[in-house]
Nanobody, 126 residues
Framework: QVQLVESGGGLVQAGGSLRLSCAAS????????MGWFRQAPGKEREFVAA???????YYTNSVKGRFSISRDNAKNTLYLQMSSLKPEDTAVYYC????????????????????WGQGTQVTVSS
């Protein structure tokens, strides 16, 4: 059974940093597209960042230059390094993976994901 487990969320002041982790089990996600999404209170879930099977990355405009997605294939773990955090980044953050390993990162926000984690809360205070 595939499991994605996020960790690393918490409360941080505006301008601070956090690193989220997503540990995968049940199958290997090395060389498989993966992404991060978030859902703020009262809003729909939105795409944040994605990484392709070949480590090409793609970001939504609001986080470009502040967030960085990466992976450690040996640990079967996905990361999201978040810096210069703003109150509007407050949300539950989810990692996810599509059914197709070679999904281009640019379309990750527009297709259905096959696997989801349970989410981790990030709260940025002003």
């Amino acid at each position: 059974q595939v499991q994605l487990v996020e960790s690393g969320g918490g409360l941080v002041q505006a301008g601070g940093s956090l690193r989220l982790s997503c540990a995968a089990s049940g199958r290997t996600f090395s060389n498989h597209a993966m992404g991060w999404f978030r859902q703020a209170p009262g809003k729909e879930r939105e795409f944040v960042a994605a990484i392709s099977w070949s480590d090409v990355t793609y970001y939504t405009n609001s986080v470009k230059g502040r967030f960085s997605i990466s992976r450690d294939n040996a640990k079967n773990t996905l990361y999201l390094q978040m810096s210069s955090l703003k109150p509007e980044d407050t949300a539950v953050y989810y990692c996810a993976a599509p059914g197709s390993a070679n999904t281009p990162p640019q379309i990750m926000g527009a297709i259905r994901m096959a696997y989801w984690g349970q989410g981790t809360q990030v709260t940025v205070s002003s």
